[in-house]
């Protein structure tokens, strides 16, 4: 097992659109701050705010944890909330069942799934209907 060098716990409310993207951007702020390449800070970047952003739109809270190590950072938010019916579905570019409400904030384009995805190494998104849904996503890192 690699050694941890760094691991942060962050709690996500749902419909707080106040303080959405807070998590996001503190997330961004610590691994700039340990000097990531800022290829893997945008990356982490973007996931975190989608994660964040699909538990602030469909979920009720989540913890988001930030894992970094030697080899990889990964990033699981786990959530408590309606979870997801059909996850392959969900994962479609430009499936949203975002309300017109959410749309007029900007958001429900469908795309954060694809992109969470698209920029990650390795991403597994696991659900129960009526509990939750817990999305692990990780980054490799070149160890040189
Ligand atoms: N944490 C979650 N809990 C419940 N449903 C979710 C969650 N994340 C995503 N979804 C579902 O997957 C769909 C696609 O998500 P996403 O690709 O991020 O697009 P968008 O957020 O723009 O709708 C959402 O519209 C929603 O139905
Ligand atoms: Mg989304």
Known sequence: MAEVLLQRKFQVRG??????????AEVKAI????GL???VVLRAGVISFEAEMNVVMYAVRATLILTLTEEALSIVVDDEGPGIPDIEMAM???YSTASDEMREM???YGMGLPNIKKNSDEFVLESQIGRGTRL???IELDSR
């Open 106 to 108: 900007g958001f429900g």
């Open 31 to 34: 691994l700039t701050d340990v």
């Open 15 to 24: 419909l707080d659109f106040d303080k959405a993207g807070d998590t996001s």
């Open 136 to 138: 692990c996503s990780m």
């Open 92 to 94: 479609q570019e430009g």
């Open 37 to 39: 390449d800022p290829d």
